[in-house]
């Protein structure tokens, strides 16, 4: 690859904190290179900042390598910027060319206030795992491993939603802050297993009632939460779990 | 689960809007397939005979009354769950996302919900009221009466103004239908991915077609192409 | 000093006895009993939902806004266990084996069987709660070899296996959280260990996101905070994993096991430039069908693809005909060095080799050609058809790749350099994974205690979950037992106040440099000092050149640091200082560590103990001990030595030739 190096300038999402209104605020990169990573310049921009003595632009992130779901910016009008199936970590310089603007924002939603800055909070996710988005198994219950096949091509569906890196990109990519898609691969990786079948009914009722608690929306099927998934999943997982309600709602006794 | 419960969840409240719109849907089969006599060009014999054969039979008068509650109950559901989705988001982006993740019309179907229903009004004064309340001028066919709707259809697309609402509901309904008809499939709970292509093909066509077919009727009218 | 515990009998009916005599906590004083849990990877999220479902009283703790976000997530190639799926001769002893020797005869012989023998159980659990293992087309579980094994024994899910495993762990976790058991505090940051009577009694706890401290009581204390390589700043960990849980621990009494013990992973992605913060791991399993391979001209610049197959030195399969490529980390990690050190590295650094799928894909895509009875393809056909088998096995690497460096992996060789990936080391446990202060435990990477000086590939996640799972459950009650009588120290006992104002007073310090160096630039320096001295190779001389260094470099640190905001917020630069500032007294013990330590054995490579050929020489007669060191006040620490008695797998010298 061709390497060069760039100028910038990036407006940035600021907010001291959940209670305080947040602002734009402008600032000049210089020699950028395009093998660092969209992280790696934000990280060189703090470095800036902090020896100024100013704080420095909080987001979350950890592992950079797009599977631990932390990292969370909204780039020009896209949840992780312009690459397909990607995370704002995994994203490089690359993507730009000099005297480009960035606008960079926070994921929006009343489910994911604003912690500070880029950081949001979304442990809505956990609570709506906690209403039923697991196995009940303890430990040393188990079969033996290979005792139960399981279908290659359901085992495959089951992993392709398992994928989700809970990153929330679908909540801030949907008109609706809809937390559908993410739900939806929870609910389809455990039901498409057979260990999942005794819950089936419970756990989606519930999680769906937990998602409408913490104020996420409904789904519209527009598409946008799957067009910026960075792991590819389906819309259809929604439908599926739509399916998986109706028969658990509409076959209940009680 | 309780009814209630399954009602006022988010899933069940797509329930009812795929459920309504799929039933709004087959009623626009019957009602395209009607009106589409007119163009049988004999005067209206055939449409008006079709229409008096529909509204004389027992089961499709009841069935309208579940067709006025379902448009209401779609209706409704519909712009709340369109104001309720609003505001889960009370401070918006600067960049928005715009067309980049989904067709803008997916994202308008409060609008263009509201736009058909504004539509509906006007068409039900034009129409149904007539029809079904202050009654509509007789015609004689076989010497026979019949509610002579293709003389008020006539009548009504006479006026330039009249048409052009009408093919705007048109289609606000083609748009509403593209992203309506495969919506309300998963809204069901369908979710093959082989079918859904397939339903996704038929449901633009299906959006086109119908729409088109209704209208190029009142076009039809106004320009003469019937009489 | 150092009792490890080990119970008596053969080496094989060892755990088993334990379990049959150790003593219980009955389920109505479980539920009084409280314990702390520092950590939600997979050991400590597997000890949380294990613990909580047997009713103890759990509070669990982790740094990232979610325990699902753990470093553990970023595993990629897959977990060991001595199921024998395969049919092709493992067994519990095999797994044990392979474990004690790919070590390098440097972990206790009774842990790492215990180990062999839970591994089969591991499996067995995660599947039960929904981790989708691959699976052959009869529906049955995949597996795929590692690294110093000759069986495939390891289980995987794409390159995703420790993530998969993690979201298990979570998800049983947030169940217990659900049913009350367990207390989840995320976006907190341990600080300090609160010890009442020399026992471990809490901790202090920063809230990161209102910045203020808390005080956590309980009966015992488990830390499950993962491993120390970023001390070496790039590294393949998470930005955020960090020593201090373990280096607070080691400050209040628990000793600090072979610290200078790290595995330098063969394949990462190299170094791009001084921006870089972190390196990228290309998971060990690419070495299944990737061949690495250097020109065999020194400064060869032609394009991979135009080096004609005989003048390519696959240096691996030349030196190690009998594993080939397969050798254990440490040995292919030396041997890359050793390439470029020479001057035949590839890429414009010259710090790369090249780790080459063509041939495999040819060979899959021939397979494919038989099995479909295909027939007029032709090469391009053949080679896009082994493409999809290869994007099958490693389709999510291949894409990383790609977006990091911009190549297509599918076209061109990847270019890779081997980086700081575990740490062997940390903190000194027992058999019962109790540090030397009593009700203090360490779970997971953060002990030291399985994989000797190195650890095989796909080993680490089973022990992780080991430790939570199946040891830590019946461990623990054997000391809790006898904790009945203790009522909850309520949290405002003197020694957690005390220990409060200790850290309180800490942060201030730092905040009250107001010098101009970032934690950041200082973290990069001691990487680089640690990276060059302390790192692939090491010297008497380096060694003690680095010690000089770092204590300079603490004593600038706490001078000219610079930290902006206030203490009473979130604020992401203080806690950055905070680690650092524990990092740079780690890097020091790490330098003595390896000083003293004058062999060569697993990722710990003295320059001065080698064999002729360039060999790590290993030196059994004076250096087979554990080292655990204890914390004396500023630079100043003691050494124990435990030393390591093999019945059953006597030490021989490693070989893989
Ligand atoms: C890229 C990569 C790939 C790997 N692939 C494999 C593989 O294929 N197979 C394999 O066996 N091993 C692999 N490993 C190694 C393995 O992933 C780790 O050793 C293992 O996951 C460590 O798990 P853990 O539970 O001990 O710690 P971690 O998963 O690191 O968890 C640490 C936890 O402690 C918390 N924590 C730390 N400090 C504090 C504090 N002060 N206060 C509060 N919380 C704190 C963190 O929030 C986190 O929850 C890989 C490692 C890397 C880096
Ligand atoms: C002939 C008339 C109509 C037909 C055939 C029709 C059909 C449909 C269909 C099939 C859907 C998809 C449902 C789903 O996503 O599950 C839909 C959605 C919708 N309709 Fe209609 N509709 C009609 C009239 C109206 C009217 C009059 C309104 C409102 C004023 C309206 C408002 C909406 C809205 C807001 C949605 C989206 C709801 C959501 O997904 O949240 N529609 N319609
Ligand atoms: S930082 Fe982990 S996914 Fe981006």
Same mark, same amino acid.
């Given at each position: 690859?061709?390497?060069?190096?760039?100028?910038?300038?990036?407006?940035?999402?600021?907010?001291?904190?959940?209670?305080?209104?947040?602002?734009?605020?402008?600032?000049?990169?210089? !020699?950028?290179?395009?093998?660092?990573?969209?992280?790696?310049?934000?990280?060189?921009?703090?470095?800036?900042?902090?020896?100024?003595?100013?704080?420095?632009?909080?987001?979350?992130?950890?592992?950079?390598?797009?599977?631990?779901?932390?990292?969370?910016?909204?780039?020009?009008?896209?949840?992780?910027?312009?690459?397909?199936?990607?995370?704002?970590?995994?994203?490089?310089?690359?993507?730009?060319?000099?005297?480009?603007?960035?606008?960079?924002?926070?994921?929006?939603?009343?489910?994911?206030?604003?912690?500070?800055?880029?950081?949001?909070?979304?442990?809505?996710?956990?609570?709506?795992?906690?209403?039923?988005?697991?196995?009940?198994?303890? #430990?040393?219950?188990?079969?033996?491993?290979?005792?139960?096949?399981?279908?290659?091509?359901?085992?495959?569906?089951?992993?392709? /939603?398992?994928?989700?890196?809970?990153?929330?990109?679908?909540?801030?990519?949907?008109?609706?802050?809809?937390?559908?898609?993410?739900?939806?691969?929870?609910?389809?990786?455990?039901?498409?297993?057979?260990?999942?079948?005794?819950?089936? /009914?419970?756990?989606?009722?519930?999680? &769906?009632?937990?998602?409408?608690?913490?104020?996420?929306?409904?789904?519209?099927?527009?598409?946008?939460?799957?067009?910026?998934?960075?792991?590819?999943?389906?819309?259809?997982?929604?439908?599926?779990?739509?399916?998986?309600?109706?028969?658990?709602?509409?076959?209940?006794? @009680? | 689960?309780?009814?209630?419960?399954?009602?006022?969840?988010? &899933?069940?409240?797509?329930?009812?809007?795929?459920?309504?719109?799929?039933?709004?849907?087959?009623?626009?089969?019957?009602?395209?397939?009607?009106?589409?006599?007119?163009?049988?060009?004999?005067?209206?014999?055939?449409?008006? %005979?079709?229409?008096?054969?529909?509204?004389?039979?027992?089961?499709?008068?009841?069935? !309208?009354?579940?067709?006025?509650?379902?448009?209401?109950? =779609?209706?409704?559901?519909?712009?709340?769950?369109?104001?309720?989705?609003?505001?889960?988001?009370?401070?918006?982006?600067?960049?928005?996302?715009?067309?980049?993740?989904?067709?803008?019309?997916?994202?308008?179907?409060?609008?263009?919900? *509201?736009?058909?229903?504004?539509?509906?009004?006007? =068409?039900?004064?034009?129409?149904?009221?007539?029809?079904?309340?202050?009654?509509?001028?007789?015609?004689?066919?076989?010497? @026979?009466?019949?509610?002579?709707?293709?003389?008020?259809?006539?009548?009504?697309?006479?006026?330039?103004?009249?048409?052009?609402?009408?093919?705007?509901?048109?289609?606000?309904?083609?748009?509403?239908?593209?992203?309506?008809?495969?919506?309300?499939?998963?809204?069901?709970?369908?979710?093959?991915?082989?079918?859904?292509?397939?339903?996704?093909? &038929?449901?633009?066509?299906?959006?086109?077609?119908?729409?088109?077919?209704?209208?190029?009727?009142?076009?039809?009218?106004?320009?003469?192409?019937?009489? | 000093?150092?009792?490890? @515990?080990?119970?008596?009998?053969?080496?094989?009916?060892?755990?088993?006895?334990?379990?049959?005599?150790?003593?219980?906590?009955?389920?109505?004083?479980?539920?009084?009993?409280?314990?702390?849990?520092?950590?939600?990877?997979?050991?400590?999220?597997?000890?949380?939902?294990?613990?909580?479902?047997?009713?103890?009283?759990?509070?669990?703790?982790?740094?990232?806004?979610?325990?699902?976000?753990?470093?553990?997530?970023?595993?990629?190639?897959?977990?060991?266990?001595?199921?024998?799926?395969?049919?092709?001769?493992?067994?519990?002893?095999?797994?044990?084996?392979?474990?004690?020797?790919?070590?390098?005869?440097?972990?206790?012989?009774?842990?790492?069987?215990?180990?062999?023998?839970?591994?089969?159980?591991?499996?067995?659990?995660?599947?039960?709660?929904?981790?989708?293992?691959?699976?052959?087309?009869?529906?049955?579980?995949?597996?795929?070899?590692?690294?110093? *094994?000759?069986?495939?024994?390891?289980?995987?899910?794409?390159?995703?296996?420790?993530?998969?495993?993690?979201?298990?762990?979570?998800?049983?976790?947030?169940?217990?959280?659900?049913?009350?058991?367990?207390? +989840?505090?995320?976006?907190?940051?341990?600080?300090?260990?609160?010890?009442?009577?020399?026992?471990?009694?809490?901790?202090?706890?920063?809230?990161?996101? #209102?910045?203020?401290?808390?005080? $956590?009581?309980?009966?015992?204390?488990?830390?499950?905070?993962?491993?120390?390589?970023?001390?070496?700043?790039?590294?393949?960990?998470?930005?955020?994993?960090?020593?201090?849980?373990?280096?607070?621990? $080691?400050?209040?009494?628990?000793?600090?096991?072979?610290?200078?013990? *790290?595995?330098? =992973?063969?394949?990462?992605?190299? &170094?791009?430039?001084?921006?870089?913060?972190?390196?990228?791991? +290309?998971?060990?399993?690419?070495?299944?069908?990737?061949?690495?391979?250097?020109?065999?001209?020194? /400064?060869?610049?032609?394009?991979?693809?135009?080096?004609?197959?005989?003048?390519?030195?696959?240096?691996?399969?030349?030196?190690?005909?009998?594993?080939?490529?397969?050798?254990?980390?440490?040995?292919?990690?030396?041997?890359?060095?050793?390439?470029?050190?020479?001057?035949?590295?590839?890429?414009?650094?010259?710090?790369?080799?090249?780790?080459?799928?063509?041939?495999?894909?040819?060979?899959?895509?021939?397979?494919?050609?038989?099995?479909?009875?295909?027939?007029?393809?032709?090469?391009?056909?053949?080679?896009?058809?082994?493409?999809?088998?290869?994007?099958?096995?490693?389709?999510?690497?291949?894409?990383?790749?790609?977006?990091?460096?911009?190549?297509?992996?599918?076209?061109?060789?990847?270019?890779?350099?081997?980086?700081?990936?575990?740490?062997?080391?940390?903190?000194?446990?027992?058999?019962?994974?109790?540090?030397?202060?009593?009700?203090?435990?360490?779970?997971?990477?953060?002990?030291?205690?399985?994989?000797?000086?190195?650890?095989?590939?796909?080993?680490?996640?089973?022990?992780?979950?080991?430790?939570?799972?199946?040891?830590?459950?019946?461990?623990?009650?054997?000391?809790?037992?006898?904790?009945?009588?203790?009522?909850?120290?309520?949290?405002?006992?003197?020694?957690?106040?005390?220990?409060?104002?200790?850290?309180?007073?800490?942060?201030?310090?730092?905040?009250?440099?107001?010098?101009?160096?970032?934690?950041?630039?200082?973290?990069?320096?001691?990487?680089?000092?640690?990276?060059?001295?302390?790192?692939?190779?090491?010297?008497?001389?380096?060694?003690?050149?680095?010690?000089?260094?770092?204590?300079?470099?603490?004593?600038?640190?706490?001078?000219?640091?610079?930290?902006?905001?206030?203490?009473?917020?979130?604020?992401?630069?203080?806690?950055?200082?905070?680690?650092?500032?524990?990092?740079?007294?780690?890097?020091?013990?790490?330098?003595?560590?390896?000083?003293?330590?004058?062999?060569?054995?697993?990722?710990?490579?003295?320059?001065?103990?080698?064999?002729?050929?360039?060999?790590? @020489?290993?030196?059994?007669?004076?250096?087979?001990?554990?080292?655990?060191?204890?914390? %004396?006040?500023?630079?100043?620490?003691?050494? =124990?030595?435990?030393?390591?008695?093999?019945?059953?797998?006597?030490?021989?010298?490693?070989?893989?030739?």
């Amino acid at each position: 690859m061709e390497h060069y190096n760039m100028n910038l300038t990036l407006k940035v999402w600021r907010q001291q904190n959940t209670r305080t209104a947040g602002r734009f605020e402008t600032y000049k990169v210089s !020699e950028v290179s395009s093998e660092m990573s969209f992280l790696e310049m934000i990280d060189v921009l703090n470095e800036r900042l902090t020896s100024e003595g100013k704080e420095p632009i909080a987001f979350d992130h950890d592992c950079r390598e797009g599977i631990c779901g932390s990292c969370a910016m909204y780039i020009n009008g896209r949840p992780h910027g312009p690459w397909h199936a990607n995370t704002t970590c995994q994203l490089h310089m690359r993507a730009y060319k000099d005297g480009d603007t960035i606008v960079v924002e926070p994921w929006r939603a009343n489910a994911f206030p604003v912690i500070k800055d880029l950081m949001v909070d979304r442990s809505a996710f956990d609570r709506i795992v906690q209403a039923g988005g697991y196995i009940s198994v303890n #430990t040393g219950n188990a079969v033996d491993a290979n005792a139960v096949a399981v279908e290659k091509e359901k085992a495959d569906e089951s992993f392709a /939603n398992a994928m989700c890196i809970a990153c929330g990109a679908c909540v801030a990519a949907c008109k609706n802050s809809s937390a559908m898609l993410f739900m939806s691969a929870k609910v389809a990786h455990l039901s498409l297993l057979p260990q999942g079948a005794p819950e089936r /009914n419970t756990r989606v009722v519930n999680m &769906v009632a937990q998602m409408d608690k913490e104020g996420f929306g409904s789904c519209t099927f527009q598409g946008a939460c799957e067009s910026v998934c960075p792991k590819e999943i389906k819309i259809t997982s929604i439908a599926r779990l739509h399916g998986e309600y109706l028969s658990a709602g509409l076959t209940s006794n @009680k | 689960m309780k009814w209630s419960e399954f009602f006022t969840s988010s &899933v069940g409240k797509k329930f009812v809007m795929g459920f309504t719109g799929l039933f709004l849907i087959s009623f626009l089969v019957i009602h395209v397939g009607l009106n589409a006599c007119i163009w049988a060009n004999d005067n209206g014999v055939m449409f008006n %005979k079709a229409a008096h054969f529909m509204g004389s039979m027992v089961v499709i008068r009841i069935m !309208e009354v579940g067709l006025l509650a379902g448009i209401f109950l =779609h209706a409704i559901q519909g712009l709340v769950l369109t104001a309720q989705n609003y505001k889960r988001r009370s401070v918006g982006y600067a960049v928005p996302m715009g067309n980049t993740g989904s067709p803008w019309y997916s994202r308008w179907m409060g609008l263009l919900g *509201t736009l058909i229903l504004l539509f509906l009004i006007l =068409h039900w004064y034009n129409f149904w009221i007539p029809s079904r309340f202050t009654g509509v001028e007789e015609v004689f066919i076989d010497n @026979k009466p019949y509610d002579n709707l293709y003389g008020l259809m006539l009548l009504t697309f006479s006026n330039w103004w009249v048409v052009i609402v009408y093919v705007l509901g048109c289609i606000s309904l083609a748009y509403h239908l593209m992203q309506g008809f495969h919506a309300a499939f998963k809204s069901l709970g369908f979710h093959n991915r082989k079918y859904l292509v397939v339903i996704r093909n &038929v449901g633009n066509v299906f959006s086109i077609v119908v729409s088109g077919a209704f209208a190029m009727m009142p076009i039809s009218m106004k320009l003469g192409w019937v009489s | 000093m150092l009792n490890s @515990k080990i119970p008596p009998g053969a080496l094989e009916n060892k755990w088993n006895d334990y379990k049959g005599h150790v003593k219980l906590v009955n389920p109505s004083n479980k539920r009084n009993i409280e314990i702390i849990i520092v950590g939600t990877g997979l050991a400590g999220a597997s000890a949380a939902s294990s613990l909580g479902e047997l009713g103890y009283k759990v509070k669990a703790f982790c740094f990232q806004d979610s325990p699902r976000r753990a470093h553990s997530i970023a595993a990629q190639g897959g977990i060991n266990a001595a199921k024998n799926y395969q049919n092709d001769g493992d067994s519990v002893f095999r797994l044990f084996y392979d474990t004690v020797k790919g070590g390098d005869y440097r972990a206790r012989e009774a842990n790492v069987h215990r180990l062999a023998e839970v591994s089969v159980s591991i499996i067995d659990q995660c599947v039960a709660q929904g981790v989708p293992f691959a699976r052959e087309y009869g529906g049955l579980l995949s597996n795929r070899s590692f690294g110093g *094994t000759q069986v495939q024994r390891t289980f995987y899910a794409a390159g995703q296996t420790g993530q998969q495993l993690l979201i298990g762990a979570y998800q049983s976790l947030e169940r217990q959280v659900a049913l009350g058991n367990v207390e +989840m505090y995320a976006r907190h940051e341990m600080l300090d260990i609160v010890k009442i009577d020399g026992k471990a009694r809490g901790i202090i706890a920063r809230n990161l996101v #209102t910045g203020k401290l808390e005080r $956590h009581f309980g009966h015992a204390v488990l830390l499950c905070s993962g491993g120390y390589g970023n001390v070496f700043y790039l590294s393949t960990n998470a930005l955020g994993s960090n020593v201090t849980a373990s280096w607070k621990a $080691h400050k209040q009494g628990a000793l600090f096991g072979n610290p200078c013990f *790290t595995q330098i =992973h063969p394949t990462c992605i190299p &170094v791009s430039g001084d921006h870089q913060s972190k390196l990228t791991l +290309m998971s060990e399993s690419l070495r299944n069908d990737g061949r690495i391979w250097v020109p065999l001209k020194p /400064n060869d610049t032609r394009k991979a693809a135009d080096i004609p197959e005989d003048e390519r030195d696959y240096y691996l399969e030349r030196r190690y005909p009998a594993f080939g490529n397969l050798v254990p980390r440490d040995v292919a990690s030396r041997a890359a060095k050793e390439r470029c050190d020479a001057g035949y590295g590839v890429g414009n650094s010259k710090q790369a080799v090249y780790l080459d799928f063509a041939s495999s894909i040819q060979r899959y895509g021939q397979a494919e050609v038989s099995k479909r009875g295909l027939s007029n393809i032709d090469h391009a056909g053949v080679m896009a058809l082994g493409e999809e088998v290869v994007k099958e096995k490693y389709g999510n690497l291949f894409d990383m790749y790609q977006k990091i460096t911009g190549e297509n992996p599918y076209e061109t060789a990847m270019r890779i350099y081997p980086a700081v990936h575990y740490t062997m080391g940390g903190l000194w446990v027992d058999y019962e994974l109790m540090t030397t202060v009593p009700g203090l435990y360490a779970l997971g990477e953060a002990n030291f205690s399985d994989h000797g000086a190195n650890r095989l590939g796909a080993s680490a996640l089973m022990q992780g979950l080991a430790d939570g799972y199946f040891v830590i459950p019946y461990t623990v009650g054997n000391y809790l037992a006898d904790q009945l009588a203790v009522k909850s120290i309520p949290v405002d006992h003197p020694a957690f106040l005390q220990a409060e104002k200790e850290v309180s007073d800490r942060i201030n310090r730092l905040m009250s440099i107001q010098g101009k160096q970032t934690a950041e630039s200082f973290h990069k320096r001691l990487g680089k000092i640690m990276w060059n001295k302390c790192g692939m190779a090491r010297s008497e001389e380096g060694l003690k050149e680095a010690i000089e260094e770092i204590r300079a470099l603490k004593k600038e640190f706490w001078s000219d640091l610079r930290i902006p905001g206030i203490v009473e917020e979130m604020n992401p630069e203080l806690d950055k200082a905070n680690r650092v500032a524990d990092f740079i007294e780690l890097g020091e013990l790490m330098c003595i560590d390896a000083l003293d330590r004058n062999e060569s054995c697993g990722g710990h490579f003295r320059e001065e103990s080698q064999t002729e050929e360039g060999e790590a @020489k290993r030196d059994d007669q004076d250096f087979a001990y554990v080292s655990a060191w204890e914390f %004396k006040g500023e630079h100043n620490w003691e050494l =124990h030595k435990e030393p390591l008695e093999f019945e059953v797998a006597k030490p021989s010298q490693r070989s893989y030739k």
